[in-house]
């Protein structure tokens, strides 16, 4: 069996409190009420107060094992990645969301102006 990580975060700034990673093998699911009596860090924490995104296993597994860090957006609920770390420690690190997407979307991107380009200089002739 495969279970899919599950990452708790606050609510109120989306850091993350726990990942509880992936898993495989001789593994079972477990419920959110066992996770906050297992970790710690949730224990000590008002379950209102902490949201949970559960994800397939390998999902965004480039993405984490390339990354610098990650969160929460607040606002929309999904995961953002920090992928190159600032020059200035000063400076607050720039979330994205994933490159796994971010590499869709142009993809998607370039085949629809490749097919506009085609449309236009071959008058759809291809």
Excluded: W
């Excluded at 994205?96 to 997407?101: A, D, R, S, V, Y």
């Amino acid at each position: 069996m495969q279970i899919g990580r599950k990452i708790y975060y606050e609510l109120a700034t989306g850091n993350v409190i726990v990942d509880t990673g992936e898993r495989s093998g001789s593994v079972v699911t477990t419920t959110q009420e066992q996770d906050f009596e297992m970790y710690a860090a949730l224990a000590e924490r008002v379950p209102d107060t902490v949201g949970v995104l559960e994800l397939e296993y390998g999902q965004y597994g480039q993405d984490f094992a390339e990354c610098g860090g990650y969160r929460i957006n607040t606002e929309t609920g999904t995961l953002e990645f920090v992928h190159s770390e600032p020059d200035n420690i000063e400076q607050q690190p720039t979330y994205q969301q994933p490159l796994t997407e971010q590499l869709a979307d142009l993809k998607q991107k370039q085949a629809l102006m490749q097919a506009a380009l085609d449309e236009l200089i071959l008058g759809g002739a291809l």
